[in-house]
Nanobody, 126 residues
Framework: QVQLVESGGGLVQAGGSLRLSCAAS????????LGWFRQAPGKEREFVAA????????WYADSVKGRFTISRDNGPNTVYLQMNSLKPEDTAVYYC???????????????????WGQGTQVTVSS
C-alpha cells in the first residue's frame, strides 16, 4: 500500500503563488508517474499536471500551461506543483495521485491512477 500526503494549500490572492508538495511513502518510488488533479465544488475531478518518474517528462492541462510547473525530487520521493499567477477559477481541492500501470497516454485520466492523497484546499480570492 502506498500513501500519498499532500501539503502546501491555503488562501492566496489572485496573482499570487503557492507550492504544493506530495510525498510518497517508501524508500523508492515504484510507480510510473505522479499526477495532480483538482476538484471544485459541483464539478468533476480534472487533470492538472503529471510527471513521469523515470525521465521527468511532464504534461499539463491547457488551463494551467505557462502558470503551473510540476517537478520531482527522487531523494524524498516528492512531487511539487508550483502554481503562479493564480486565478479565482483555480480554487479547488488539489489531489496527488500515483499511476502504476499504463503508458504516457494514461496520465490525463483519473481512472488510470491507483493511489490518491487526501487532498489539500487551494482558495484564490479575487
Amino acid at each position: 500500500q502506498v500513501q500519498l500526503v499532500e501539503s502546501g494549500g491555503g488562501l492566496v490572492q489572485a496573482g499570487g503563488s503557492l507550492r504544493l508538495s506530495c510525498a510518497a511513502s517508501g524508500r523508492t518510488f515504484s510507480g510510473k508517474a505522479l499526477g495532480w488533479f483538482r476538484q471544485a465544488p459541483g464539478k468533476e475531478r480534472e487533470f492538472v499536471a503529471a510527471i513521469w518518474w523515470s525521465g521527468g517528462s511532464t504534461w499539463y492541462a491547457d488551463s494551467v500551461k505557462g502558470r503551473f510547473t510540476i517537478s520531482r525530487d527522487n531523494g524524498p520521493n516528492t512531487v511539487y506543483l508550483q502554481m503562479n499567477s493564480l486565478k479565482p477559477e483555480d480554487t479547488a481541492v488539489y489531489y496527488c495521485a500515483g499511476l502504476w500501470r499504463g503508458d504516457s497516454r494514461s496520465v490525463y485520466y483519473k481512472e488510470s491512477y491507483r493511489y490518491w492523497g487526501q487532498g489539500t484546499q487551494v482558495t484564490v480570492s479575487s
